[in-house]
């Protein structure tokens, strides 16, 4: 085990893999062949992990396989899996009150959470919070302000996003046909711009040339064709695009956009379900932006794997009449003492613990292109790094395929990582990696990318 100087991460276990059988093993066999029976098809696993615990980016099947982590719950265990002071927290919580419901009833962790959620949103503006379960529902809050103060009823997404599943996120969603077929008539007035992709320019720029054209097709095209101004309530946008691939956006995309924003009167909603609590390097990613969200959505790694969302907003927006909005367990006791030991540790040591791993994986990263034709591009802030595959970088066309095979690659040697977008690699460890699990990580893809070219 190493060790480091580091005094919250050395609470944390830091070891590497170790595999003891062929995957999966037949305890995770049994499992499988249950979940086939009794839970919903719509999920979609793509290798068969069957997790019983889990510690820091450690995670331990039913066989006693151990694996590293670097997807964390599909970014949600910002601390890692089970910290210690998580856990302790919880547990307190736990033995003195597990519910109680915010939305009929006063509790301290709520008020305390709200006014630290409130003071951490960039702008530095007075805010107020309405607690939720998901990002998805996180989403629908925002949506459902955004309608209710400004009397108007359209949205502007973008092509690409991802902001839940629910009827009203899923209407701004535009991932993929298969997480919208079949269940419409979705939500009227919502259109979609698309979204300021580099690497693909979805109007054939390059940076060098490029005038900001995604944001000006808002301007120009959307607002004075089919989404008048004075009907848009919110541009809602990821500031890094998550199920997307990890795009992350030029910088004056986002000052024109804001321009936009003000100028129209529409208000600007910060997707940071996936994007937030520290995983870019700073606690938000609009901060690398300078963005300041009218409405900010927050979910996934706040509680460190209990479920919470939150949609904070302008306390100048927040104004709707009692009845208006709410959810029964949203803000729950335990989930808002996990948010408070999360955050505590985020600011403490973890964010800046993010911007060092992600910067010590970038630079290992950087030359990947170079070094294998199969990748397009790599790219991403902090923790959340994104590398693209394709058939050739000439042609850029995708390579779905080979990500797949890449990722079952590193599953069979003992790394688990999840794709986004068509054709991306995503690297969203817990902040709590350490600089060998990282390095465990690189040489595994490294591998495995060559691997995975040779049988190409
Ligand atoms: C940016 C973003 N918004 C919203 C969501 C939806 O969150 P949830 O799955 O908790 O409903 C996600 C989930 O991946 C997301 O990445």
Redesign the pocket.
């Given at each position: 085990m190493t060790k480091t100087a580091n005094p919250a991460l050395e609470a944390i276990r830091q070891d590497l893999p170790h595999l003891i059988g062929p995957l999966p093993g037949p305890r995770a066999q049994e499992v499988i062949a249950r979940d086939h029976r009794s839970v919903s098809p719509s999920y979609t696993r793509g290798y068969p992990l069957v997790a019983k615990r889990g510690e820091g980016a450690i995670v331990e099947d039913v066989d006693g396989n151990r694996f590293l982590d670097f997807n964390a719950g599909?970014a949600v265990v910002a601390t890692g899996h089970c910290h210690p002071r998580v856990v302790e927290a919880i547990r307190e919580q736990a033995g003195n009150l597990i519910h109680m419901s915010g939305t009929d009833f006063y509790y301290e962790a709520l008020v305390d959470l709200a006014e630290k959620l409130g003071a951490l949103t960039p702008g530095g503006l007075e805010r107020r919070v309405s607690f939720c379960n998901?990002?998805?529902?996180a989403?629908e809050g925002a949506m459902k302000l955004a309608r209710y103060s400004t009397g108007r009823s359209g949205f502007i997404a973008f092509l690409g996003a991802?902001?839940?599943?629910t009827l009203g996120?899923l209407s701004l969603t535009a991932r993929k046909a298969v997480q919208r077929r079949g269940f419409g008539p979705l939500l009227p007035g919502v259109v979609h711009a698309p979204y300021p992709n580099c690497y693909r320019c979805p109007f054939g720029q390059t940076p060098a040339n490029c005038a900001v054209e995604c944001a000006k097709f808002i301007e120009d095209t959307l607002l004075k064709t089919i989404a008048p101004a004075e009907e848009v309530a919110a541009i809602v946008i990821?500031p890094v695009q998550?199920?997307g691939g990890y795009i992350v956006p030029p910088q004056k995309f986002f000052d024109e956009l804001a321009r936009i924003a003000e100028r129209h009167g529409i208000l600007l909603v910060c997707?940071e379900?996936?994007s937030g609590m520290g995983r870019t390097g700073k606690m938000w990613a609009s901060e690398h932006f300078n963005l300041t969200p009218d409405i900010m959505?927050v979910?996934?790694g706040i509680a460190s794997g209990l479920p919470l969302?939150a949609t904070v907003a302008r306390a100048d927006l927040m104004r709707w009449t009692p009845g208006a909005h709410a959810s029964t367990f949203g803000g729950n006791p335990v989930a808002c003492a996990a948010a408070l030991v999360t955050i505590e540790l985020l600011e403490r040591e973890l964010i800046d613990n993010a911007a060092r791993m992600g910067a010590h994986l970038m630079a290992r990263m950087r030359d990947w292109p170079a070094r294998f034709p199969v990748v397009g591009e790599v790219r991403g802030l902090g923790l959340m790094l994104g590398i693209e595959l394709v058939r050739d970088q000439q042609s850029k066309t995708r390579a779905p395929e080979l990500r797949d095979r890449v990722v079952n690659l590193a599953f069979e040697r003992g790394l688990l990582v999840l794709g986004a977008g068509d054709n991306t690699l995503r690297l969203s460890p817990a902040l709590v990696i350490t600089r060998d699990q990282c390095d465990f990580a690189l040489d595994t893809l490294e591998e495995c990318l060559a691997l995975a070219m040779r049988e190409d």
């Open positions: 599909i998901s990002g998805a529902e989403v991802f902001h839940g599943r996120a990821e998550g199920e997707d379900v996936q959505t979910a996934k969302g």
